[in-house]
């Protein structure tokens, strides 16, 4: 079937195999996969990556790391002495706390909360702030209005103040309801990402061609402008992960986050606070661990940023 | 002649509102096509030939665009005046469009596969391995070599001419009855073109579609229309068929156009050039919208506007002189 006549009568040349001397691409590489290859070969993503899925594993499986039950304490061992770096994942490794609790076993089961707070949010944040902003950014108009306006005017709420408040009124403040009071004062950003990036995306001449070819509202919003607008969202999901872990730990220090039964970094540093001077190993493994995992998180976003969007480098 | 045409544009008039006013894009366009018949739409920049075909599609951004008056008629139905879910079972379905730019036109990150697939399934509800056995074939048949092994390659990983190719295979695949290619080939290289505009001239030919080709090129057109519709600020001033119009152009417009391709016959002369620039379309000149660059142009031009009358059998034209001109020798 593929006659090459016309192609002669055009050229007026002998007859060529058209697109012949392509040179083969490597087969079937989408962007996602470009990032990915990317992503790969970036030090600074393996290494985030190598101390996320670290920390990932504490938080699930911290009894790999310990046996000793953080909320046990033996007074005998009431601020006991400098911690025996030498006794590798032993319960005297980073020392004891003022209630004679074992300062590893408190770090490694206080992962748990600060992962889950950290993921939950962020889940939480994306889809709010994600579909806000997709219908927002897509439909325009009124909704658009009503949307940003809203939008507004929790953006207007500062953030820890508004956690303050929010967890104050609440007696049980579990893992959850710190996640939930997290979110629903953090959706904002994600919601004015995500409006922005369809904007742009909306603009584009494949939008148009879907149109043009028939494809339905729906389509269009979730297979032709959701996949092409997610990844600032991403990027600052990734980044903002950290913050949020962080914003996790601060509220615990300042009384009004997590409560004792659970294990935390953030009451572990506010309980440590009072007696840096005698002990500031009790302060500085929390206090450590915190700063890794939020350095990690940021790391992540950084590499995850240079893979998905070459031209912000 | 009691058939319906294919596609009949009555009186279509459009325009944007802008911050420096109203800008009245198309202000009266009529012509139709029949199926297997090309209309090639000629003009510059701005002179509301591509929004036409955009309000033909209904992918007019509306707003700051607004269609003012005039009837679209598809088979007789009014596009206009149908719902939204009529209209989008038509397009792609049996009014298709080629853009000029394949790359940008074309998805990122969905293989060409998904989206040529896309159409089967929106439409006509295959399943997915149905229709991505069909994708294959359209592939095959736009002269994609390697078609089963390029399916699931992305836009970027194709030549501009093979990008160029999947969009027509896109337009092509539920057979339609009309094409609106919009600039097929401006975006190609001159080598890649001809290989392009004969492919689209070819399947036109064979399932008997009719064709609407908007370009500038004066080369493209001669070749492969049978009507030629010049376009000058939003209004038709010429429409005639190819020969009459190359041979005897009855606007000085068109004349103008004709006179400033270059020829070989001419060879070390000076290229003719249109002397000044399209009017601003937020304000028209009064009278005839060509009569300021217009060297026939007298006190009626500045002051009527002229109507599109018949100056032959199934030609027409909106100039006042269009008997001089027609009369004129050629140059």
């Given at each position: ?10 050229t007026?040349?002998?007859?060529v195999k058209v697109g012949?001397p ?5 087969k ?5 996969a470009?990032?990915?290859h990317?992503l ?8 985030s990556a190598a101390?996320?899925?670290f920390?990932v594993v504490l938080a699930l499986f ?5 046996d000793v039950n953080p909320?046990d304490?033996?007074?005998a061992?009431?601020?006991l002495?400098r911690?025996?770096?030498t006794?590798?994942f032993?319960p ?14 408190r770090?490694v089961?206080?992962t748990?909360?600060s ?5 939950g949010v962020t ?8 579909l806000t902003?997709l219908?927002?950014?897509?439909f ?13 005017i929790f953006?207007?709420?500062p953030?820890?103040?508004g956690?303050?408040?929010v967890?104050n009124?609440?007696?049980d403040?579990t893992p959850?309801v710190v ?5 629903f004062l ?6 004015r990402?995500?409006?922005?990036s ?6 584009a001449d494949?939008?148009?061609a879907a ?6 509202t729906?389509?269009?919003m979730l297979?032709?402008i ?7 969202v991403?990027?600052?999901a ?7 872990i962080?914003a ?5 220090y300042l009384g ?10 953030g009451i ?8 840096v001077?005698n002990?500031?190993?009790v302060l500085f493994f929390p ?5 890794l995992?939020v350095?990690?998180?940021?790391m ?6 240079d ?7 | 002649?009691t ?10 008039q ?5 911050r420096?006013g109203?800008?009245?894009a198309v202000?009266?366009v009529?012509y ?8 090639a ?5 701005g002179?509301g030939?591509s929004v036409?075909?955009q ?10 665009g607004?269609i003012?008056?005039g009837q ?17 079972k038509i397009r ?10 394949a790359?940008?036109?074309?998805n990122?990150v969905?293989s060409v596969?998904y989206?040529l697939a896309?159409?089967f399934?929106?439409h ?8 991505r056995a069909?994708a294959?074939?359209l592939?095959?048949?736009?002269r ?22 999947i969009?027509i295979a896109?337009?092509?695949a539920?057979e339609?009855?009309?094409?609106i290619a919009?600039?097929?080939t ?18 036109q ?9 908007i370009?500038?090129?004066l080369?493209?057109?001669a070749?492969?229309a049978d009507?030629i519709?010049v376009?000058y600020a939003g ?11 190359y041979r ?5 417009y068109t ?5 400033s ?5 001419h060879k070390g002369?000076?290229?003719?050039a249109?002397?000044?620039?399209p ?8 009278g ?9 142009a007298t ?11 018949p100056?032959?059998p199934g030609?027409?034209?909106a ?6 001109t027609?009369d004129a020798?050629a140059?």
């Amino acid at each position: 079937m593929p006659d090459t006549t016309s192609i002669e009568k055009a050229t007026g040349t002998a007859p060529v195999k058209v697109g012949a001397p392509l040179p083969a691409p490597a087969k079937g590489r989408s962007l996602w996969a470009d990032a990915w290859h990317d992503l790969r070969r970036n030090p600074l993503f393996v290494i985030s990556a190598a101390l996320i899925l670290f920390l990932v594993v504490l938080a699930l499986f911290p009894s790999l790391f310990t046996d000793v039950n953080p909320r046990d304490g033996d007074p005998a061992n009431h601020y006991l002495g400098r911690p025996e770096l030498t006794h590798w994942f032993r319960p005297d490794w980073f020392g004891y706390d003022g209630q004679g609790r074992s300062i590893w076993a408190r770090v490694v089961h206080g992962t748990r909360a600060s992962i889950l707070v950290g993921f939950g949010v962020t889940l939480l944040v994306t889809l709010v702030g994600g579909l806000t902003g997709l219908l927002a950014g897509y439909f325009g108009g009124w909704l658009d209005s009503v949307l940003s306006r809203i939008t507004d005017i929790f953006f207007g709420v500062p953030f820890l103040l508004g956690a303050l408040v929010v967890l104050n009124a609440v007696t049980d403040r579990t893992p959850v309801v710190v996640m939930g009071a997290l979110a629903f004062l953090g959706w904002t950003q994600m919601a004015r990402v995500m409006r922005g990036s369809v904007l742009t995306t909306k603009q584009a001449d494949y939008v148009t061609a879907a149109r043009a070819l028939g494809a339905g509202t729906w389509r269009i919003m979730l297979r032709h402008i959701l996949p092409n607008a997610v990844a600032p969202v991403l990027v600052v999901a990734t980044i903002a992960l950290g913050s949020y872990i962080s914003a996790e730990a601060t509220l615990s220090y300042l009384g009004v986050g997590l409560q004792d039964p659970t294990v935390s970094w953030g009451i572990d540093i506010s309980t440590a606070s009072n007696q840096v001077r005698n002990a500031p190993h009790v302060l500085f493994f929390p206090a450590g661990m915190l700063s890794l995992c939020v350095l990690a998180f940021m790391m992540m976003g950084d590499a995850v940023r240079d893979a998905l969007d070459p031209k912000l480098r | 002649m009691t058939t319906v045409p294919l596609l009949e544009v009555r009186d279509l008039q459009v325009e944007f509102h802008t911050r420096d006013g109203v800008a009245k894009a198309v202000n009266g366009v009529s012509y139709t096509v029949e199926a297997g018949q090309t209309l090639a739409v000629l003009g510059e920049s701005g002179s509301g030939k591509s929004v036409t075909a955009q309000a033909v599609m209904g992918i007019l951004d509306m707003p700051p665009g607004r269609i003012t008056g005039g009837q679209i008629l598809y088979r007789g139905q009014d596009l206009l005046t149908m719902s939204e879910e009529q209209r989008r079972k038509i397009r792609g379905d049996r009014i298709a469009m080629i853009f000029q730019d394949a790359l940008s036109s074309l998805n990122p990150v969905l293989s060409v596969g998904y989206q040529l697939a896309e159409m089967f399934r929106v439409h006509r509800g295959m399943s997915r391995r149905q229709a991505r056995a069909r994708a294959i074939e359209l592939m095959d048949r736009v002269r994609i070599p390697g078609a089963r092994e390029r399916v699931n390659d992305y836009p970027h990983q194709f030549s501009g001419g093979m990008r160029q190719r999947i969009m027509i295979a896109m337009a092509l695949a539920l057979e339609p009855d009309l094409i609106i290619a919009d600039e097929p080939t401006t975006a190609l290289d001159v080598t890649v073109q001809a290989q392009v505009m004969d492919l689209l001239a070819e399947l036109q030919r064979e399932y008997r579609m009719g064709l609407i080709l908007i370009t500038h090129d004066l080369g493209v057109v001669a070749d492969v229309a049978d009507t030629i519709a010049v376009m000058y600020a939003g209004r038709i001033v010429e429409r005639a068929d190819v020969h009459q119009l190359y041979r005897r152009p009855a606007h000085p417009y068109t004349k103008g156009l004709l006179d400033s391709v270059p020829r070989l016959d001419h060879k070390g002369g000076e290229l003719y050039a249109i002397k000044g620039l399209p009017p601003s379309l937020t304000s028209l000149p009064g009278g005839c919208a060509f009569s300021p660059r217009c060297a026939a142009a007298t006190d009626l031009c500045r002051s009527q506007t002229p109507a599109v009358v018949p100056v032959a059998p199934g030609r027409v034209a909106a100039c006042h002189h269009w008997k001089e001109t027609l009369d004129a020798p050629a140059a």
